[in-house]
């Protein structure tokens, strides 16, 4: 028989899942390590950072106290729950592969190359296109909705008091953790009024659709006639 091999999919989703896993639970181990040293367990040392670096891209599960994490570690944890979990799973996110995408075109970029290669096979143009729209479309709906709460907030002169943690960082956890329909939380949302509850649900559904297919089915996707130009070279960086 002839022995079927692993797609570059299915190759790049692991080796990106084991990267997210190994270094979000290294960065947890070395960012909290004097509150894990004062837990006095071994095995809640090691497998507690392992745990949480897997719950924060999927589940939303913890095991820890997250509104006694330090910023350092809830950066991380921002980042994970962003780009989330891997294209056909029930993870939200902009998806592991994305990630690499991004960080590969990056490189060939900067290494002077034009086509971004994986195990011996190229990347279509059209779907390094579609990484970069998913990432800069997902940042953008995430400041949006990170603003009106902090408008919301502003507005309303309403003060979280559950939650020990700056009102930007705190929205901004909260922002993310209901794109990547993580469900974390700092705190804050049991304390939304009706306006920011609203915007939460909204990033939980937009999470959940999918950023492209939201887009899809705000703006339609049928083909239209594009004029072209002649083309003129602009400065950039």
């Known amino acids: 028989?002839?022995?079927?091999?692993?797609?570059?999919?299915?190759?790049?989703?692991?080796?990106?899942?084991?990267?997210?896993?190994?270094?979000?639970?290294?960065?947890?181990?070395?960012?909290?390590?004097?509150?894990?040293a004062a837990s006095g367990s071994v095995s809640?040392?090691?497998l507690a950072p392992l745990f949480?670096?897997?719950?924060?891209?999927?589940?939303?599960?913890n095991t820890v106290d997250i509104t006694a994490l330090t910023d350092a570690t809830l950066a991380v944890i921002l980042f994970l729950m962003f780009f989330g979990a891997s294209p056909g799973s029930c993870g939200g996110g902009v998806k592991t592969t994305t990630l690499a995408l991004m960080a590969a075109f990056t490189a060939a970029r900067i290494r002077g190359r034009h086509r971004v290669n994986f195990f011996k096979k190229s990347i279509p143009h059209e779907t390094m296109t579609r990484s970069i729209s998913l990432t800069l479309v997902s940042l953008?709906?995430?400041?949006?909705?990170?603003?009106m709460l902090l408008l919301g907030d502003s507005a309303s002169g309403h003060a979280i008091t559950g939650c020990t943690k700056g009102a930007f960082l705190t929205y901004l956890f909260e922002t993310v953790s209901a794109f990547g329909t993580v469900g974390l939380s700092v705190g804050a949302t049991p304390e939304l009024d009706t306006w920011g509850?609203?915007?939460?649900?909204?990033?939980?559904?937009?999470?959940?659709?999918?950023?492209?297919?939201?887009?899809?089915?705000?703006?339609?996707?049928?083909?239209?006639?594009?004029?072209?130009?002649a083309e003129e070279n602009i400065m950039i960086g």
């Not at 790049?12 to 004097?34: K, P």
């Not at 953008?140 to 603003?147: C, D, R, T």
């Not at 999918?210 to 339609?220: D, E, M, N, R, T």
Request: one cysteine or more.
């Open 1 to 36: 028989k002839k022995r079927q091999r692993l797609s570059v999919q299915t190759k790049i989703v692991l080796l990106t899942s084991l990267f997210l896993i190994a270094g979000g639970a290294f960065l947890f181990a070395f960012l909290e390590r004097e509150a894990l």
């Open 44 to 46: 809640h040392r090691m």
């Open 52 to 61: 949480q670096s897997i719950t924060c891209r999927t589940a939303g599960f």
């Open 140 to 147: 953008a709906m995430i400041g949006i909705v990170l603003f």
């Open 197 to 229: 509850k609203f915007w939460i649900i909204f990033m939980m559904i937009v999470g959940r659709v999918g950023v492209l297919a939201f887009s899809y089915i705000i703006v339609g996707h049928g083909m239209s006639k594009e004029v072209e130009y």
